[in-house]
């Protein structure tokens, strides 16, 4: 079945620092890929999605772009901040009979100053 | 416009035990998913509802079911409670039956914790 694989954490950075975090997936389908950030405590909130193959998702200085021919979705940030200290989850969505999202593992970013 | 809101944020329940989890959808969605988020895992997929009906479930067991209410709110209930149903439960709300790349908002959650 569909899955996804995130590279394993914690990803502990300095400020400013350039951040990649690795997401690959298996899909049967042309899925819909997303980044999704959980904060301590708190639920999951969209970070950036990209429905298509060589779509880009951007917001708020992230980027992953969908690259059908190496089945990948790299979340990518130039300068990371303390406050982008969380748990990132790479998701897809097959686009079957739900809105089903398949998650990854998660991602443990610690940022220090 | 209100978000997505769980009830209650933390409970803890005795093995064998029955548990309701509830969950508001934002305004104007119609669809509601239940995920299950053991500590350290990425959630999985419980169920689906559309309009008042199930129309996806994951594997999860039947002692997992669920409700979706004419203004779209929707109850999760698990019978039975073992060790292992220990879990943050988020709920996600979104447009649509099947709206691919969509958004679909989340709740905070409630964490369970089964002694």
């Known amino acids: 079945g569909d899955s996804v694989t995130q590279m394993e954490g914690p990803v502990t950075l300095s400020e400013e620092a350039f951040l990649t975090i690795n997401c690959t997936y298996t899909a049967t389908g042309y899925p819909s890929l997303f980044w999704y950030v959980q904060y301590p405590g708190e639920g999951l909130q969209l970070l950036l999605k990209a429905t298509k193959a060589d779509d880009k998702g951007s917001n708020k200085g992230f980027e992953a772009t969908y690259r059908k021919e190496t089945t990948s979705f790299h979340l990518e940030k130039g300068s990371v901040q303390v406050s982008d200290s969380a748990v990132y989850f790479c998701?897809?969505?097959?686009?079957?009979?739900?809105?089903?999202?398949?998650f990854g593992t998660g991602t443990l970013l610690a940022v220090q100053p | 416009e209100t978000g997505v809101t769980q009830s209650p944020t933390h409970l803890i329940k005795t093995r064998g035990q029955q548990v309701t989890l509830r969950c508001s959808s934002q305004s104007g969605h119609n669809t509601v998913s239940w995920y299950q988020q053991a500590l350290g895992q990425g959630p999985q997929f419980i169920f689906q509802?559309?309009?008042?009906?199930?129309?996806g479930r994951g594997n999860f067991p039947p002692r997992f079911s669920g409700l979706q209410f004419p203004n779209y709110s929707s109850e999760l209930n698990v019978n039975a409670l073992e060790l292992d149903d220990s879990a943050l439960y988020l709920c996600?709300?979104?447009?649509?039956?099947?709206?691919?790349?969509?958004?679909?908002?989340f709740g905070q959650g409630t964490r369970l914790t089964v002694v």
């Open positions: 998701a897809l969505r097959d686009g079957g009979a739900t809105n089903k999202l398949i």
């Open positions: 509802y559309y309009r008042e009906e199930e129309n």
């Open positions: 996600a709300s979104s447009v649509g039956e099947r709206t691919g790349g969509s958004e679909a908002f």
